[in-house]
């Protein structure tokens, strides 16, 4: 099911049977092209195939970016231990929600992408840890999966290969840190959801400590593709380091939020104004998030000629993240985002480390007292000082991801800050009124 | 051995070996990197960040407690940035702890203060609401007090990976984690209280110390617990000649970190209210209290009288009194009262052991080799229950050098979970049992072996045997019960030729029998009701009224192994000092009662002075194996005993039937544990007896 | 503790699942499902879940008490889950959060007279672009106004 018109301006290769009648069947997946790569990839050297998803430039879709390529040749293959390959489908980051689609109407896509995962390095498990509150599509998914399984795509000699791999769901129960791959590790051996030491990275030692593929539900869903039409195709999709496409989450002020699949590069401007169908109410642009709320906010003005890739985002601070796109109108208040931000991360912090524990429920306190007037000057730019020296101190990225868009708010947005000392009320409270969606 | 990694350290060149942690290696150069959560054994967190420091070619600052040395790593811990982070990490640190440091147990001695006194700021810019809990009691010895927690995860590593308990856990998430006991609302554990003595800070307190002084306002005196056989160093915080606490934090002594419930609180029945305070004689068929002078008249009138009169006197000595003592009742017994009947209760068989081992060296294992060695079978004990300690050392062995266990017992066994073997047997099944796992033993590069009174005699020769047979070097612990019951048989507390045994002496018509810190009469265990005295003259040295002492027509009231000097023996036959920790009021050293009746029966002359340096410096010069290095033991150390090598034959032949360990679990001790407060307290004593 | 036969063949399923020795990679799951049929997490559930996954009751409640979909206390029969993360509160999530509170009189994590309707303030569930949104146990329900809200739980109270 969609939640949003397709827009005309995507690039639809991961999402292009979204919309077609029962797009969530192994009968339209085969009618589409479905397990074209599988049987390609059957056919190919596992060497072979990690060459092809390193010449597509496909980089982790879950937020940091690294390359696919690269992750899967890190895995020992000749390892005499099982090796695994893990679905991270505990999409969590604030604003982001695609994940969600992609295995909703296309669930053969991502059991594809593991398929081939598994050949390239030698694995014949795999788990799609699923957060909890996806009840729904670990239904979705175990349908799909039964349906692979009766027909002959999971299981024993897969098509008749002599591939085997088993493919299983496995639940959250309500973390956002079980996000973070070697906390998702965690969770999925039945414990607390703290992140590990590494080294050893999971490639390496990963689930139950043995060898293991750890990418994002998109990731694997670029695979197919990947494999079907060559990697050289994918990667012209995007730009020079970074190829394909992006599955974007617009959200917040625009007049035609949804999820949309754009070319890697597509332009912000264009994003915003054609695909978003413009800034609601005909305000204007205050601040963009490019990729969930973990990324440093940029000002309308640093996003003027920005484009949706790695590079451009980098060169102005931030990162592309998810594609949890956030805007927000010239009516946003930044110290209520700040603190709204502040309060998800205090809540999802593990407890594990010092800075990240005690930081962001220091912080959550200051900015609840700040935004309800209650704020001093000193306080302004002891936000600052506190997320700065959170920053790379934690003991995994959450306390960079409560940092950053922190300390860029209070850098960026100073002035709000001083509007709302000296006990004034919050200027953009627009108390009991609501606007319709 | 491996080429040793060059790195800089501060400037400082810096050399350690592959695979040494920065952390480590900076110590060993001197240099000092703060760190709460990292402790040496345990496994690493790399939470509190104190640790962080710089290193060259890398972007962000790095754990000095994670990571590895590596050729040609430059480290630098003391600049601006890493300072900079260790006064921030202590910032968000006292958000919520309380500055209740002048009430807290820990104040003194926390390193929380320690560390913000070095690294911290002089304020703080925390202006929020703290958030407040009630404390908790998690049972009669261990509280906690959760905004003090740091969540340093020390305590339930210690618990989980030291004890084998796993009794604490880490419950919700973020800011509200807790620490909290596995049952719920209170800990089912050993009671050991080592999550106590590593917390940092206050969190944890001890049920007993809490409250009753400021750290420093103690004295620190080193102990040796009087409890089992295994010889854990305790020191004792003593205070207007009370003792407020025992614990290990200097990690001294054999024991290392590890105490039981025993050894940092089981002291406490020093001052239990039935302690004899005053000798007693027996008068008109009732005990009445006397002075010292004439209780000591009164027995040596009546030794004396007996003496004169060819009469037949019955010694039985102790599992708890110190070497010195015992070797001095020995002397007295066969050279003044001229007698061969002198026993003690025997709770393994070590004559055996060393009788089988005869003509060959350096077979007895220590304490040490339980966590050295590359093997370990343990034949018949429960040990993390009779002998913690040992327990302990076999754990860790097993968690750092992957040491292969062997459990062959009757029942389950906490070594079960880490063993590579572990077989169940009955009684007589040991020797089947032993057969089935040669092959795998023979393997072995080396082992040792524990055994406790489930071989005794002609089993003994018989396991020795199998040992030898299987071609590696093999060392040997025979267990036995308590403090000292290794010393009482090195000091010949055992018939002479013609004398009765523990059993005979009780049911023989002696005229007097003289029991020194032991309580034949209570009975046998499983067997209600005491048995009652035949001697026509009981003489009893001890702390309480026993059943033995109830029966005595001269109650001499003696000094707990806290209240006197001496050395005693562990049950691996290393010898350590006791050191008076108080003084006491009423009763005395048992060495100073023997040598007063001495002096009024006009005998103390052949026996020589009771002081127990003296007595000490005979014994070295006299006892097989004992002239072990005095500045060993003197500095806190245990220094190994080598028994004689040759054949041991007992006057009269062996009777392993007399052997019996008391087995007693981790919340009795014998007579002794019945008047300890603690050992009684503690729900798991009630469920476990 | 008994379970009905298709809770019993999920936990079957799951406990085979995953590499021999590692069972107790089913116990987040289990505890989910089993929460699902009983309401909640109960203290008699904890212990029979470890006896199942090998491990002491204090491993699962130290896993239990970190997932915050997993509750000790039972909550409503409908369990109405407001999202107020930064892309709903940017469609004023917070005021659609508080219309459900005075609609119920019911506050975070609280549970209505009856015991049919429980509230909660969850951080962001996956529903960024289709804001506000809120979750009514597992079913998402999208682009929320007050007025859908009172339409939904009207819906719920007749249900229930």
């Given at each position: 099911?969609?939640?949003?018109?397709?827009?005309?301006?995507?690039?639809?290769?991961?999402?292009?049977?979204?919309?077609?009648?029962?797009?969530?069947?192994?009968d339209?997946?085969?009618?589409?092209?479905?397990y074209?790569?599988?049987?390609?990839?059957?056919?190919?050297?596992?060497?072979?195939?990690?060459?092809?998803?390193?010449?597509?430039?496909?980089?982790?879709?879950?937020?940091?970016?690294?390359?696919?390529?690269?992750?899967?040749?890190?895995v020992?293959?000749?390892?005499?231990?099982?090796?695994?390959?893990?679905?991270?489908?505990?999409?969590?980051?604030?604003?982001?929600?695609?994940?969600?689609?992609?295995?909703?109407?296309?669930?053969h896509?991502?059991?594809?992408?593991?398929?081939?995962?598994?050949?390239?390095?030698?694995?014949?498990?795999?788990?799609?840890?699923?957060?909890?509150?996806?009840?729904?599509?670990?239904?979705?998914?175990?349908?799909?999966?039964?349906?692979?399984?009766?027909?002959?795509?999971?299981?024993?000699n897969?098509?008749?290969?002599?591939?085997?791999f088993?493919?299983?769901?496995?639940?959250?129960a309500?973390?956002?840190?079980c996000?973070?791959?070697?906390?998702?590790?965690?969770?999925?051996?039945?414990?607390?959801?703290?992140?590990?030491?590494?080294?050893?990275?999971?490639?390496?030692?990963?689930?139950?400590?043995?060898?293991?593929?750890?990418n994002?539900?998109?990731?694997?869903?670029?695979?197919?593709?990947?494999?079907?039409?060559?990697?050289?195709?994918?990667?012209?999709?995007?730009?020079?380091?970074?190829?394909?496409?992006?599955?974007?989450?617009?959200?917040?002020?625009?007049?035609?939020?949804?999820?949309?699949?754009?070319?890697?590069?597509?332009?912000?401007?264009?994003?915003?104004?054609?695909?978003?169908?413009?800034i609601?109410?005909?305000?204007?642009?205050?601040?963009?998030?490019?990729?969930?709320?973990?990324?440093?906010?940029?000002?309308a003005k640093?996003?003027?000629?920005?484009?949706?890739?790695?590079?451009?985002?980098a060169?102005?601070?931030?990162?592309?993240?998810?594609?949890?796109?956030?805007?927000?109108?010239?009516?946003?208040?930044?110290?209520?985002?700040?603190?709204?931000?502040?309060?998800?991360?205090?809540?999802?912090?593990?407890?594990?480390?010092?800075?990240?524990?005690?930081?962001?429920?220091?912080?959550?306190?200051?900015?609840t007292?700040?935004?309800?007037?209650?704020?001093?000057?000193?306080?302004i730019?002891?936000?600052?000082?506190?997320?700065?020296?959170?920053?790379?101190?934690?003991?995994?990225?959450?306390?960079?991801?409560?940092a950053?868009?922190?300390?860029?708010?209070?850098?960026?947005?100073?002035?709000?800050?001083?509007?709302?000392?000296?006990?004034k009320?919050?200027?953009?409270?627009?108390?009991?009124?609501?606007?319709?969606? | 051995?491996?080429?040793?990694?060059?790195?800089?350290?501060?400037?400082?060149?810096?050399?350690?070996?592959?695979g040494?942690?920065?952390?480590?290696?900076?110590k060993?150069?001197?240099?000092?990197?703060?760190?709460?959560?990292?402790?040496?054994?345990?496994?690493?967190?790399?939470?509190?960040?104190?640790?962080?420091?710089?290193?060259?070619?890398m972007p962000?600052?790095?754990?000095?407690?994670?990571l590895?040395?590596?050729?040609?790593?430059?480290?630098?811990?003391?600049?601006?940035?890493?300072?900079?982070?260790?006064k921030?990490?202590?910032?968000?640190?006292?958000?919520?702890?309380?500055?209740?440091?002048?009430?807290?147990?820990?104040?003194?001695?926390?390193?929380?203060?320690?560390?913000?006194?070095?690294?911290?700021a002089?304020?703080?810019?925390?202006?929020?609401?703290k958030?407040?809990?009630?404390?908790?009691?998690?049972?009669?010895?261990?509280?906690f007090?959760?905004?003090?927690?740091?969540?340093?995860?020390?305590?339930?590593?210690?618990?989980?990976?030291?004890?084998?308990?796993g009794?604490?856990g880490?419950?919700?998430?973020?800011?509200?984690?807790?620490?909290?006991?596995?049952?719920?609302?209170?800990?089912?554990?050993?009671?050991?209280?080592?999550?106590?003595?590593?917390?940092?800070?206050?969190?944890?307190?001890?049920?007993?110390?809490?409250?009753?002084?400021?750290?420093?306002?103690?004295?620190h005196?080193?102990?040796?617990?009087?409890h089992?056989g295994?010889?854990?160093?305790?020191?004792?915080?003593?205070?207007?000649?009370?003792?407020?606490?025992?614990?290990?934090?200097d990690?001294?002594?054999i024991?290392?970190?590890?105490?039981?419930?025993?050894?940092?609180?089981?002291?406490?029945?020093?001052?239990?209210?039935?302690?004899?305070?005053?000798?007693?004689?027996?008068?008109?068929?009732?005990?009445?209290?006397?002075?010292?002078?004439?209780?000591?008249?009164?027995?040596?009138?009546?030794?004396?009288?007996?003496?004169?009169?060819?009469?037949?006197?019955g010694?039985?000595?102790?599992?708890?009194?110190?070497?010195?003592?015992?070797?001095?009742?020995r002397?007295?017994?066969?050279?003044?009262?001229?007698?061969?009947?002198?026993?003690?209760?025997?709770?393994?068989?070590?004559?055996?052991?060393?009788?089988?081992?005869?003509?060959?060296?350096?077979?007895?294992?220590?304490?040490?080799?339980?966590?050295?060695?590359?093997?370990?079978?343990?034949?018949?004990?429960?040990?993390?229950?009779?002998?913690p300690?040992?327990s302990?050392?076999?754990?860790?062995?097993?968690?750092?050098?992957?040491?292969?266990?062997?459990?062959?017992?009757?029942?389950?066994?906490?070594?079960?979970?880490?063993?590579?073997?572990?077989?169940?047997?009955?009684?007589?099944?040991?020797?089947?049992?032993?057969?089935?796992?040669?092959?795998?033993?023979?393997?072995?590069?080396?082992?040792?072996?524990?055994?406790?009174?489930?071989?005794?005699?002609?089993?003994v020769?018989?396991?020795?045997?199998?040992g030898?047979s299987?071609?590696?070097?093999?060392?040997?612990?025979?267990?036995?019960?308590?403090?000292?019951?290794?010393?009482?048989?090195?000091?010949?507390?055992?018939?002479?030729?013609?004398?009765?045994?523990?059993?005979?002496?009780?049911?023989?018509?002696?005229?007097?029998?003289?029991?020194?810190?032991?309580?034949?009469?209570?009975?046998?265990?499983?067997?209600?009701?005491?048995?009652?005295?035949?001697?026509?003259?009981?003489?009893?040295?001890?702390?309480?009224?026993?059943?033995?002492?109830?029966?005595?027509d001269?109650?001499?009231?003696?000094?707990?192994?806290?209240?006197?000097?001496?050395?005693?023996?562990?049950?691996?036959?290393?010898?350590?000092?006791?050191?008076?920790?108080?003084?006491?009021?009423?009763?005395?050293?048992?060495?100073?009662?023997?040598?007063?009746?001495?002096?009024?029966?006009g005998?103390?002359g052949?026996?020589?002075?009771?002081?127990?340096?003296?007595?000490?410096?005979e014994?070295?010069?006299?006892?097989?194996?004992?002239?072990?290095?005095?500045?060993?033991?003197?500095?806190g150390?245990?220094?190994?005993?080598?028994?004689?090598?040759?054949?041991?034959?007992?006057?009269?032949?062996?009777?392993?039937?007399?052997?019996?360990?008391?087995?007693?679990?981790?919340?009795?001790?014998?007579?002794?544990?019945?008047?300890?407060?603690v050992?009684?307290?503690?729900?798991?004593?009630?469920?476990?007896? | 503790?008994?379970?009905?036969p298709?809770?019993?063949?999920?936990?079957?399923?799951?406990?085979?699942?995953?590499?021999?020795?590692?069972?107790?990679?089913?116990?987040?799951?289990?505890?989910?499902?089993?929460?699902?049929?009983?309401?909640?997490?109960?203290?008699?559930?904890?212990?029979?879940?470890?006896?199942?996954?090998g491990?002491?009751?204090?491993?699962?409640?130290?896993?239990?008490?970190?997932?915050?979909?997993?509750?000790?206390?039972?909550?409503?029969?409908?369990?109405?889950?407001?999202?107020t993360?930064?892309?709903?509160?940017?469609?004023?999530?917070?005021?659609?959060?508080?219309?459900?509170?005075?609609?119920?009189?019911?506050?975070?994590?609280?549970?209505?007279?009856?015991?049919?309707?429980?509230?909660?303030?969850?951080?962001?569930?996956?529903?960024?672009?289709?804001?506000?949104?809120?979750?009514?146990?597992?079913?998402?329900?999208?682009?929320?106004?007050?007025?859908?809200?009172?339409?939904i739980?009207?819906?719920?109270?007749?249900?229930?």
């Open positions: 099911m969609l939640y949003n018109e397709p827009s005309p301006l995507e690039t639809r290769v991961l999402s292009f049977r979204f919309g077609l009648p029962n797009s969530a069947t192994l339209t997946y085969l009618a589409t092209r479905g074209e790569a599988f049987r390609k990839a059957a056919g190919m050297k596992p060497e072979e195939i990690i060459e092809q998803v390193k010449i597509s430039n496909l980089r982790g879709r879950g937020g940091a970016g690294f390359p696919t390529g690269m992750k899967w040749s890190f020992p293959r000749t390892s005499p231990k099982p090796k695994y390959i893990v679905v991270n489908a505990d999409e969590s980051e604030p604003g982001t929600c695609k994940d969600r689609v992609l295995m909703e109407n296309d669930p896509q991502l059991i594809e992408g593991c398929l081939i995962a598994g050949l390239a390095v030698d694995a014949h498990a795999g788990y799609i840890y699923i957060r909890g509150e996806y009840r729904y599509l670990i239904e979705v998914m175990d349908k799909a999966i039964a349906e692979a399984y009766e027909k002959g795509w999971l299981g024993k897969i098509q008749g290969t002599g591939f085997d088993d493919l299983y769901t496995h639940s959250g309500g973390a956002y840190e996000g973070e791959e070697s906390a998702l590790l965690e969770s999925l051996e039945g414990k607390r959801g703290i992140p590990r030491i590494r080294p050893p990275f999971p490639a390496v030692v990963g689930a139950f400590q043995c060898p293991t593929v750890l994002n539900v998109e990731t694997y869903c670029a695979v197919p593709a990947i494999l079907r039409d060559g990697g050289a195709a994918f990667a012209a999709l995007g730009v020079p380091k970074a190829g394909g496409t992006k599955m974007t989450c617009l959200t917040g002020h625009v007049n035609k939020p949804g999820v949309y699949e754009l070319r890697l590069g597509f332009p912000v401007k264009q994003m915003i104004e054609e695909v978003g169908g413009g609601r109410q005909g305000r204007k642009l205050k601040a963009f998030i490019p990729g969930g709320s973990s990324c440093p906010v940029l000002t640093e996003v003027e000629g920005a484009t949706m890739d790695y590079d451009s985002m060169q102005r601070k931030s990162m592309l993240g998810s594609g949890g796109v956030i805007i927000m109108d010239e009516e946003t208040c930044m110290v209520k985002a700040a603190l709204r931000i502040m309060r998800f991360y205090a809540h999802e912090s593990c407890g594990w480390c010092i800075p990240c524990r005690e930081g962001t429920t220091w912080l959550r306190k200051i900015l007292r700040f935004h309800a007037g209650g704020g001093t000057r000193s306080d730019d002891l936000i600052g000082d506190l997320s700065r020296n959170m920053l790379g101190r934690t003991f995994c990225p959450l306390g960079d991801a409560a950053m868009p922190t300390l860029s708010i209070v850098e960026k947005f100073r002035g709000e800050f001083e509007d709302h000392l000296n006990g009320p919050c200027p953009f409270e627009r108390a009991g009124e609501m606007v319709t969606a | 051995m491996p080429d040793l990694v060059k790195l800089t350290i501060d400037g400082k060149a810096v050399q350690a070996a592959p040494t942690l920065v952390i480590d290696a900076a060993m150069a001197g240099i000092e990197i703060p760190a709460f959560c990292y402790y040496e054994g345990l496994t690493l967190q790399a939470a509190c960040r104190m640790c962080l420091v710089e290193v060259e070619k962000k600052m790095m754990t000095a407690c994670t590895p040395v590596a050729e040609g790593m430059v480290v630098r811990t003391e600049t601006p940035q890493v300072a900079q982070a260790r921030y990490t202590l910032e968000f640190l006292l958000t919520n702890h309380p500055l209740d440091c002048p009430v807290c147990d820990k104040g003194g001695e926390c390193e929380l203060q320690d560390m913000v006194f070095r690294y911290g002089g304020e703080s810019r925390y202006t929020e609401e958030v407040h809990t009630p404390e908790k009691q998690f049972s009669p010895v261990v509280f007090d959760a905004p003090r927690c740091i969540l340093c995860f020390r305590c339930v590593r210690i618990c989980n990976e030291g004890m084998g308990v009794a604490l880490v419950i919700y998430r973020g800011v509200l984690s807790e620490i909290a006991p596995n049952h719920g609302d209170h800990l089912e554990c050993d009671e050991c209280g080592a999550c106590i003595d590593i917390c940092p800070v206050g969190a944890l307190t001890s049920g007993i110390y809490r409250y009753q002084t400021r750290p420093w306002e103690m004295q005196v080193g102990a040796i617990c009087t089992c295994d010889g854990c160093k305790t020191t004792l915080g003593v205070r207007n000649n009370r003792i407020i606490r025992g614990n290990n934090r990690h001294s002594g024991n290392g970190e590890f105490l039981c419930i025993k050894g940092r609180y089981a002291f406490d029945f020093y001052d239990h209210p039935e302690r004899l305070q005053a000798p007693l004689v027996r008068k008109n068929g009732k005990l009445e209290e006397v002075s010292w002078s004439e209780a000591l008249d009164t027995v040596a009138n009546r030794f004396n009288q007996i003496r004169a009169d060819g009469g037949t006197f010694v039985i000595g102790s599992n708890h009194t110190t070497n010195e003592e015992n070797f001095y009742l002397k007295f017994a066969r050279e003044v009262l001229a007698t061969p009947h002198i026993d003690h209760h025997r709770t393994g068989d070590v004559t055996a052991l060393v009788d089988a081992l005869s003509g060959k060296t350096g077979r007895m294992a220590t304490v040490a080799d339980l966590y050295n060695r590359k093997a370990v079978l343990v034949l018949g004990a429960d040990l993390a229950r009779e002998h300690l040992l302990f050392q076999i754990r860790a062995n097993y968690r750092h050098h992957q040491a292969h266990v062997y459990a062959v017992t009757p029942g389950p066994v906490r070594e079960d979970k880490y063993a590579v073997a572990s077989v169940r047997v009955a009684s007589g099944g040991y020797f089947a049992a032993l057969e089935d796992l040669r092959a795998r033993l023979k393997a072995e590069p080396e082992l040792v072996i524990v055994f406790d009174d489930s071989f005794k005699g002609p089993d020769h018989r396991l020795v045997e199998f030898e299987l071609g590696i070097p093999v060392r040997y612990i025979c267990l036995v019960d308590y403090s000292n019951s290794r010393g009482a048989l090195d000091m010949g507390l055992v018939p002479g030729e013609g004398g009765m045994r523990l059993d005979e002496m009780l049911a023989a018509d002696l005229s007097a029998l003289w029991v020194v810190g032991a309580n034949p009469f209570k009975g046998t265990p499983g067997v209600p009701g005491s048995v009652a005295r035949k001697a026509r003259f009981l003489v009893v040295q001890d702390l309480f009224l026993t059943e033995t002492a109830e029966q005595a001269v109650v001499l009231p003696a000094a707990s192994a806290y209240e006197k000097s001496g050395t005693v023996t562990n049950t691996t036959g290393e010898v350590q000092r006791l050191k008076r920790a108080i003084n006491t009021m009423g009763a005395k050293p048992d060495l100073e009662i023997m040598g007063f009746i001495a002096r009024q029966m005998a103390a052949a026996l020589g002075p009771w002081v127990p340096e003296t007595v000490f410096a014994i070295r010069r006299t006892v097989h194996g004992y002239d072990i290095p005095l500045p060993e033991i003197d500095t150390g245990a220094a190994p005993t080598t028994p004689v090598n040759g054949r041991v034959t007992e006057a009269g032949g062996p009777r392993p039937d007399l052997i019996r360990s008391d087995h007693n679990g981790l919340f009795a001790s014998g007579t002794l544990g019945r008047y300890s407060k050992l009684n307290s503690v729900l798991e004593g009630r469920l476990d007896r | 503790m008994t379970f009905s298709q809770l019993e063949a999920r936990f079957d399923k799951l406990l085979k699942s995953y590499p021999p020795g590692r069972q107790r990679s089913a116990m987040i799951p289990m505890l989910m499902y089993a929460q699902d049929e009983l309401g909640s997490v109960t203290d008699e559930l904890v212990d029979e879940v470890a006896r199942r996954v491990v002491t009751p204090l491993q699962v409640n130290e896993v239990l008490s970190y997932y915050s979909m997993l509750h000790r206390k039972p909550l409503g029969k409908y369990h109405v889950q407001v999202c993360n930064i892309s709903c509160l940017l469609c004023d999530g917070d005021k659609l959060w508080e219309h459900a509170c005075k609609k119920l009189g019911i506050g975070h994590k609280e549970v209505t007279a009856d015991g049919q309707i429980s509230l909660e303030e969850v951080e962001c569930m996956g529903a960024c672009s289709w804001a506000p949104a809120i979750q009514v146990n597992y079913d998402f329900e999208h682009f929320v106004t007050p007025e859908k809200l009172d339409q739980l009207d819906g719920l109270r007749k249900k229930a």
